[in-house]
């Protein structure tokens, strides 16, 4: 397969990658959580969030099977309310945040995800950049900037993962159900997509090996005898 068949497909997966990581940072679907249902024919508070914001649906409880269970499935009908997190936006409400521990852990997921879309972003001005003549050198760097948003994201989605596992062991939150959500798969699919391809981009662009020992010595120059 030629060069500049396979730049072209691993451009192409990079594509798909950023995109899966964009739509990872702007929704607010990484994980649902859910409080224990203690009576019927009344409301219970499931909840999504992201790394900015909140989401709380209300549902009304009618069937006796769910009674010691936790509150959903969140696709139920019921009212929706969301905002972003105090330490966003101070003067908002999202008190299950409000632990200090539960607030870095969120602010530390959100800002190693903007580095992430940092490094995308350079990534794609190496990859404009090298459309010019003579600049393939450029995929180089190119490569290592989606490799490092591929570390970024998957280090984002770790952090969230404690995250959420803090906040369902804490006492301090009402929350004994919980499940990661599309928001969170798509992270997980942009760090494979944006590593993988950032290293094969990376290697594409490294000078070709000898196919066997001899070519290398039979392209050099024969010396000059005196």
């Known amino acids: 397969m030629e060069k500049k068949t396979k730049v072209k497909i691993a451009f ?29 024919n009344t409301t219970c508070e499931a909840a999504h969030f992201g790394l900015w914001r909140l989401c709380k649906k209300t549902i009304y ?18 009212d929706i309310n969301c905002s972003y997190f105090r330490h966003f936006t101070p003067g908002e409400d999202a008190e299950i945040f409000e632990v200090k521990t539960q607030k870095e852990y969120n602010i530390s997921a959100a800002a190693i995800a903007i580095f992430s879309l940092a490094f995308m972003i350079l990534g794609t001005l190496c990859v404009l950049f090298s459309f010019g003549k003579g600049k393939d050198y450029l995929y ?16 984002s989605v ?48 490294m000078p070709q090996m000898p196919q066997n020992p001899w070519e290398t010595c039979m392209d050099a120059e024969p010396e000059q005898v005196e």
């Open 61 to 78: 409880i009618v069937e006796e099977e769910v009674i010691g269970k936790g509150c959903g499935p969140i696709s139920l009908p019921g």
């Open 158 to 205: 770790e952090v969230m993962r404690q995250s959420v596992k803090r906040m369902i062991e804490s006492e301090d939150t009402i929350w004994i159900e919980y499940y990661y959500s599309w928001s969170f798969a798509c992270a997980c699919a942009g760090f494979v997509l944006l590593f993988l391809s950032g290293v094969g981009l990376l290697l594409i662009a």
């Open 140 to 155: 180089k760097p190119a490569g290592m900037f989606y490799a490092f948003a591929g570390l970024c994201a998957i280090i």
């Open 12 to 40: 192409f997966i990079i594509l798909v990658g950023m995109i899966s990581m964009f739509t990872a940072v702007v929704t607010d679907h990484w994980a649902v959580l859910s409080p224990r249902v203690e009576q019927l």
